[in-house]
């Protein structure tokens, strides 16, 4: 039986739009790693109370288990590096080992494919994690570009189980709060030593060597860190245990994604693949199970082609990262729009006006009310979903969209992550039109709903409450 493609898919639809607007809940045959299509597989929605848990990396300690819902690879090889160095537009030709870095990917016209965390483990050794696009990017380039590694797969846990197992190399997880240095002293019977952000450590954890990467998430100080699968009970029952007089609180998916939100965290962009000739032999490549092939766009706002949806680094604030010393996929379109002085997109926090927030749960509580798209609490970004909500001020649209969506119990707000205009300012009042433009094709037909004009207060991302003092201690940055 011949291996369907994400190409099939497109042509199958008739072209990349129908294909992004449609819904894929009902489609056969996709692999239990994306379907149902949630981020967060496996790990309870909460252990306590979600609240409660998003509480945690404020007022104590949260640990976070992040061994199921990332995909991974194992890039190992005396070319590694140089694979590496030849799809990053940040500069991965000086890294050493123990350190790890942001994994910036674009295609050559220098839009956006992905970004993940790289970690350098050993000398020719490195492992990729986070959301697939981009590591899906470096295993084709592994596969066929005629390089000297070989390229390890592994996968998300399945996300309905239905008796399928679920097995890893490694577990992974996160202690954080202003509480976690404490914690982490107590499990490994002494200081960890002065580990710079995003530079690794060990640790011992009831007699069970991990290693670990110095952290931090929404403003609060700890350490990412993974050890043999076959360990995972036991650490993670020690880390409980030394835990209570911290405070200790499990996170569960709902108040996982929150941290998104307040860490000012873009979680996915579309990746810039389902156009161009030069992307056609990828996407015959990938599989039509892939991520890449479930993805829906989502939100009020439609454009007529789909590079409308496709972003830049500079539109994530990630210009100051991409390198002019080293050759990468993308590096002449990237110099040529930073030369050109094209404005890029800001990164910013949206803040939902009380009112207008509860006159749309007013208006999902009214029988026979507008059709409106509901509002998922706490999280609207637990799908597959690829969020795009059209902004305007003043009646007239802004450049950008408002993405994902959470309410988080530290600000009492709703956030919405967005991309704006250069032009908007902090403090100003813009518009948020929120609903369903719908689309798609065949059977697979998103519906259209009623649109609700949601005002929002343009803030900084990460959120200032959280910024202010996660930045004056150096907690909060950005991997190089």
Known sequence: MTTR?????????????????????DRVGVSPDVSPPLIVPQVPQEFSLWEREARAWR?????????????????????????LTSLACNDLSRSRPNSAHQLICVNEDGQLIGDDIVFHLEENLFSIYGVPFALDWVRFHAETGGYDVTA???????????GHPAS??????????????????????????NVKFFHMTEITIAGVRCRALRHGVAGAIGLELWGPWEHRDLV?????????????????????????????????????????????????????????????????????????????????GYGKFVGANHEYIGKDALT??????????????????????????????????????????????????????????????????????????NERAVLSIALVDSSV??????????????????????????????????????????AREGYRKGLIGTAT
Not at 66 to 79: I, K, R, T, Y
Not at 365 to 378: E, Q, S
Not at 455 to 466: E, F, G, H, I, L
Request: charge should be negative; charged fraction near 20%.
């Open 5 to 25: 493609t994400l190409e099939d898919l497109i042509t199958d639809a008739g072209g990349p739009l129908n294909l992004l607007r449609a819904h894929s809940y």
């Open 59 to 83: 007022e104590s300690v949260a640990l976070m288990d992040q061994s199921h819902h990332m995909p991974g690879l194992f890039l190992e090889g005396p070319d590694a590096q140089k694979l």
């Open 152 to 162: 390890t797969y592994d996968g998300r846990s399945p996300v309905y189980s239905n």
């Open 168 to 193: 890893r190399p490694n577990f992974r997880y996160q202690i954080q709060g202003p509480l976690a240095e404490a914690l982490i002293e107590k499990l490994n019977g002494g200081p960890i030593g």
């Open 236 to 316: 993670r029952d020690t880390i409980i245990e030394a835990g209570r007089e911290f405070d200790l609180r499990l996170v569960g998916g709902m108040s996982y994604l929150i941290t998104a939100m307040e860490a000012g965290w873009y979680q996915m962009v579309l990746p810039a693949i389902y156009t161009g000739a030069s992307m056609a032999g990828y996407r015959k490549w990938l599989r039509s199970d892939s991520m890449e092939g479930v993805l829906r766009l989502a939100g009020s706002l439609q454009h007529g082609r789909v590079e409308d949806y496709y972003r830049t680094p500079y539109d994530l």
């Open 336 to 409: 040529e729009l930073r030369e050109s002085g094209q404005p890029a997109l800001n990164k910013v926090t949206l803040r939902w006006n009380p009112e207008d927030t509860a006159g749309l749960l007013t208006e999902m509580l009214t029988p026979g009310g507008k059709d409106v798209r509901a509002l998922h609490l706490p999280c609207m970004a637990d799908k597959l979903d690829l969020h795009f909500d059209r902004i305007s001020n003043g009646g007239t649209d802004i450049a950008g969209n408002s993405a994902y969506t959470a309410y988080t119990p």
């Open 425 to 466: 300012e902090i403090g100003e009042e813009i518009v948020i039109h929120w609903g369903e433009a719908g689309g798609g094709y065949g059977d697979s037909i998103v519906p259209a709903t009623d649109f609700v004009e949601i005002r929002a207060v343009v803030s900084p991302a990460p959120y200032a409450d959280v």
